[in-house]
């Protein structure tokens, strides 16, 4: 059977992104200060972030044009394909047709870039010099360390110390774009060293990543912090990845009835869906949407909609979010990028709102659906990726069970090429499922600032 994809030509990158604030039903609840739990202005962000970001952090314009500088680095792997995965549905002997949306074309591998090289052109636009971030499995500091490479911007990059260990591959990629990666928790900040006194073989988390990188950030003028995901902006830049399926879709002469995507943070699963969601909201047409997180980590489905820190030193703004609590550290799953404790307010927002659903999976069922796809469709799915194909398959399976053809729409976030000690273990027979940690979940929720009262 023929493969099918679909391609734009380059003049069809979007010009604009699309910000899903301009169609919500109800305004995003306000982001508060972490100390005098006060609203916060755009001027309490501006040590952290320069203004044209933080101006697209709070903008409910829904359009915001993507400057060429941008556009001109895009074009080096966008538009990205979208294919119609005819084999795996007729290995499936579904009625569904199945598309997926491949955004592991990146020179990183995954969807970040989208996003690393809009943050890394409006740093240097206003002076920066040096970004710190964190990382979980390395996708995001490798995305920003080619970005920074890019525009000639020092990258700093503090790795949870799991990754750091899992995927020595990743950190050599960083380094070699140029970056400086630190194994975290780590002895160079107040915020590692306090973990370190208390849990030393702590094998770290993006919340406590975050914390170091925000406070070295904090301390200099000329270094700013980035973050790959959860913030209004980042969500905005990755909606060029739904704009192009949508256009791409039109292309095939389809419409999706169903949409999959993985949520860590909720980047990804934003940038294949809000167009789609924004389409509905306006009452232009409907569509189902599926979250898929990880069973370790399930901030939608067992996590409470409360105020809460970004992470665990709490230095960040509080926000009103999914979150398993801010000192939750996830089991050790392979798909790094998803352990984040809690999930985008503009992700969150919508979910309280029903706009659409979410489930958890567990690892093994997410790798033996990511072996399955490599053996049929021919592209290794990033371990976080192989979430939604899991999601995808549960989803054209049901339409077999149901005797209806519907078209599913996936996000294939990123490639798994630095993942392959992880496919090892999984045939190996050494991966395992985690069921999460009720009670420490529970603890960390005990934890919860005191504005929810
Ligand atoms: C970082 C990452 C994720 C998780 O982040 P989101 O913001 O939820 O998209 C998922 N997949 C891949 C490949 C990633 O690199």
Request: proline share 6%; glycine share 10%; aromatic share 10%.
């Amino acid at each position: 059977m023929e493969t099918v994809k679909f391609l734009l030509d380059e003049d069809r990158i979007p010009t604009h992104w699309y910000n899903i604030a301009a169609d919500l039903p109800s305004p995003l609840p306000t982001v508060l200060h972490p100390g005098t739990h006060q609203p916060i202005g755009p001027g309490d962000l501006a040590p952290l972030f320069p203004m044209a970001l933080i101006m697209q952090e709070v903008s409910t314009e829904r359009t915001i044009e993507i400057p060429d500088e941008v556009r001109d680095v895009y074009r080096q792997w966008r538009p990205t394909p979208l294919y119609r995965a005819r084999r795996l549905e007729q290995a499936l002997d579904t009625p569904a047709k199945i598309y997926y949306k491949y955004e592991g074309v990146s020179p990183a591998g995954s969807h970040k870039p989208n996003t690393a090289v809009a943050q890394a052109y409006y740093n240097k636009q206003e002076g920066i010099t040096r970004l710190t971030t964190e990382t979980g499995a390395g996708q995001w500091g490798s995305s920003l360390a080619f970005a920074g490479a890019l525009f000639g911007i020092e990258v700093q990059v503090y790795m949870v110390k799991v990754s750091y260990h899992q995927k020595p591959y990743r950190r050599a990629l960083m380094e070699t774009y140029g970056a400086r990666v630190v194994a975290s928790p780590s002895d160079e900040t107040h915020a590692g060293r306090q973990v370190l006194a208390e849990y030393p073989d702590s094998t770290g988390s993006l919340g406590i990543a975050i914390s170091e990188a925000v406070e070295i950030a904090a301390q200099r003028d000329d270094t700013k912090y980035a973050l790959g995901s959860v913030l209004n902006h980042v969500l905005l830049h990755q909606t060029v990845i739904g704009q192009e399926a949508l256009a791409q879709l039109e292309m095939a002469g389809d419409y999706p009835d169903i949409i999959v995507g993985c949520t860590g943070g909720g980047s990804n699963f934003s940038g294949i869906a809000f167009p789609f969601i924004g389409a509905k909201l306006r009452g232009e047409r409907d569509v189902r949407v599926v979250a898929v997180e990880p069973a370790a980590c399930p901030s939608l489905t067992k996590g409470r909609y409360v105020y809460d820190f970004g992470d665990t030193g709490h230095y960040t703004p509080l926000v009103k979010m999914h979150t398993l609590g801010s000192t939750f550290v996830p089991s050790g799953i392979h798909a790094g990028g998803l352990r984040y404790h809690g999930m985008a307010p503009l992700v969150s927002h919508l979910y309280n709102l029903g706009h659409f659903e979410a489930i958890a999976l567990q690892q093994l069922e997410t790798f033996a659906a990511g072996v399955e796809f490599a053996r049929i469709e021919g592209i290794l799915p990033a371990p976080e990726a192989n979430h939604a194909v899991a999601g995808a398959i549960r989803e054209a399976l049901r339409c077999k069970e149901e005797g209806v053809g519907k078209t599913i729409l996936f996000n294939l976030c990123g490639h798994g090429h630095f993942d392959l000690q992880a496919y090892m273990d999984y045939q190996a027979g050494k991966l395992k499922d985690f069921e999460y940690a009720e009670e420490e979940v529970a603890m960390a929720l005990a934890g919860l600032p005191p504005v929810n009262g």
